[in-house]
């Protein structure tokens, strides 16, 4: 079972129950897709660590093959190609790396070359794999390190996706089982949530919502899950007592026994729902 942790902004807590998940599974792999500020690993402190570079293929031209027929500029539909002063020219931060530029070049004018963009990190928490991708500082896509990091899935496996509902979350979560939305209970909150509601519902995945942080319900919120008959999973009040074990890096469903529980009863709703 893959299981995905999204938030539609940042500081929801999505990495928060992400990690106390699997906390509460034991044996599992715990990834973070979050590979522009990946923190997981500041809670879970993985031991005996491996580091693999991931890099992903750019095209590359050979003008002297080339006769400027443009079928390459043509195909390619997220305008990474532009013919300039009579040569092809690739725009790296929007190619996603597709091939097909190559595939539709009758010359053979159109080769590939490696571009490093980030590392994936491996390593272990008692019986969670923790593993972590990281993008290089500049790059523009987070694609082709979430793939690579994804390549570790288990049988049992949560994810820590990227917040927000870009291209890099929607990579994330297409071969989910079930998402878990992580909202605040707040008119920001609330916006950028139903953002992501629309996300996982387009790819057709089963959802539930976790409301963190709450300190009284939010009406429109409220509303909202009773409209689309999403399933409140777990309303998590605010407590300062929590939130020194989250400052102090340290993972509550390890640290207090009733919140470990909690997790576990989250685990217990999503299998029923499956």
């Not at 940042?10 to 807590?13: E, I, L, V």
């Given at each position: 079972?893959?299981?995905?942790?999204?938030?539609?902004k940042?500081?929801?807590?999505k990495?928060?129950?992400?990690?106390?998940?699997?906390?509460?599974?034991?044996?599992?792999?715990?990834?973070?897709?979050?590979?522009e500020?990946?923190?997981?690993?500041?809670?879970?402190?993985?031991?005996?660590?491996?580091?693999?570079?991931?890099?992903?293929?750019?095209?590359?031209?050979?003008?002297?093959?080339?006769?400027?027929?443009?079928?390459?500029?043509?195909?390619?539909?997220?305008?990474?190609?532009?013919?300039?002063?009579?040569?092809?020219?690739?725009?790296?931060?929007?190619?996603?790396?597709?091939?097909?530029?190559?595939?539709?070049?009758?010359?053979?004018?159109?080769?590939?070359?490696?571009?490093?963009?980030?590392?994936?990190?491996?390593?272990?928490?008692?019986?969670?794999?923790?593993?972590?991708?990281i993008l290089n500082?500049?790059?523009?896509?987070?694609?082709?390190?979430?793939?690579?990091?994804?390549?570790?899935?288990?049988?049992?496996?949560?994810?820590?996706?990227?917040?927000?509902?870009?291209?890099?979350?929607?990579?994330?979560?297409?071969?989910?089982?079930?998402?878990?939305l992580?909202?605040?209970?707040?008119?920001?909150?609330?916006?950028?949530?139903?953002?992501?509601?629309?996300?996982?519902?387009?790819?057709?995945?089963?959802?539930?919502?976790v409301?963190?942080?709450?300190?009284?319900?939010?009406?429109?919120?409220?509303?909202?899950?009773?409209?689309?008959?999403?399933?409140?999973?777990?309303?998590?009040?605010?407590?300062?007592?929590?939130?020194?074990?989250?400052?102090?890096?340290?993972?509550v469903?390890?640290?207090?026994?009733?919140?470990?529980?909690?997790?576990?009863?989250?685990?217990?709703?999503?299998?029923?729902?499956?």
């Open positions: 079972m893959k299981i995905a942790c999204l938030s539609g940042g500081g929801a807590g990495t928060f129950v992400a990690v106390n998940l699997a906390a509460a599974v034991e044996t599992c792999t715990y990834i973070d897709c979050d590979v500020e990946p923190n997981g690993r500041l809670f879970w402190k993985p031991e005996e660590m491996q580091t693999e570079s991931v890099s992903t293929l750019l095209p590359q031209f050979d003008v002297t093959k080339c006769n400027g027929c443009k079928k390459c500029v043509e195909f390619c539909k997220f305008h990474a190609l532009v013919y300039i002063k009579e040569k092809p020219m690739v725009f790296s931060e929007v190619c996603h790396n597709c091939g097909g530029c190559q595939i539709v070049c009758p010359e053979g004018a159109v080769s590939e070359v490696e571009k490093p963009v980030g590392i994936i990190e491996i390593g272990h928490h008692n019986h969670v794999k923790v593993v972590t991708g500082t500049g790059e523009a896509s987070g694609v082709g390190v979430i793939k690579s990091a994804l390549q570790k899935s288990s049988e049992m496996t949560i994810l820590d996706c990227p917040p927000g509902s870009a291209c890099s979350v929607m990579e994330t979560v297409m071969d989910v089982d079930y998402c878990v992580v909202a605040e209970p707040t008119a920001f909150g609330f916006h950028n949530v139903k953002m992501v509601y629309e996300l996982v519902t387009l790819l057709g995945k089963p959802c539930g919502m409301i963190n942080k709450e300190t009284e319900p939010y009406t429109p919120l409220e509303d909202f899950c009773k409209e689309k008959n999403i399933p409140i999973l777990e309303r998590i009040l605010y407590n300062p007592v929590l939130a020194k074990y989250i400052a102090d890096g340290e993972i469903a390890e640290m207090v026994p009733s919140e470990k529980k909690r997790f576990a009863t989250i685990l217990e709703k999503i299998g029923g729902v499956l």
